[in-house]
């Protein structure tokens, strides 16, 4: 429901793509903390490793989309505080 809140209030699309991946990282790792509860102890490790490998690849995958988000000019530069993306755009490194 958060994350609902964020995607319809905030105001950029940066800002979007926190309030999308935040809530579901936490979401998922609730659900699978209630399951392990219940669950066997060798079985409870197999939702571990899927917790964390939501942890890690959210926060990859929001990058990436930023990232692609900049590019296309979904990005209003003016709001940025620090815009490092461009000097790395403009010296050709990616």
């Known amino acids: 429901m ?26 998922l790792l609730l659900i699978l903390a209630g ?6 102890p060798h079985y409870a490790a197999g939702l571990a490793l899927a917790g964390l490998f939501q942890v890690i690849t959210a926060p990859v995958l929001s990058q990436l989309m930023g990232r692609a988000a900049y ?3 979904c990005v209003d530069r ?3 505080v620090v815009d ?7 010296a050709g490194r990616q």
């Open 2 to 27: 958060i994350g609902a809140w964020g995607m319809v209030r905030l105001p950029d699309t940066l800002s979007r793509l926190q309030a999308a991946t935040k809530p579901q990282t936490l979401g």
């Open 35 to 40: 399951t392990a509860v219940r669950l066997e």
């Open 71 to 73: 590019r296309t000019g």
């Open 78 to 80: 003016s709001t940025l």
């Open 84 to 90: 490092e993306l461009s000097q790395r755009l403009r």
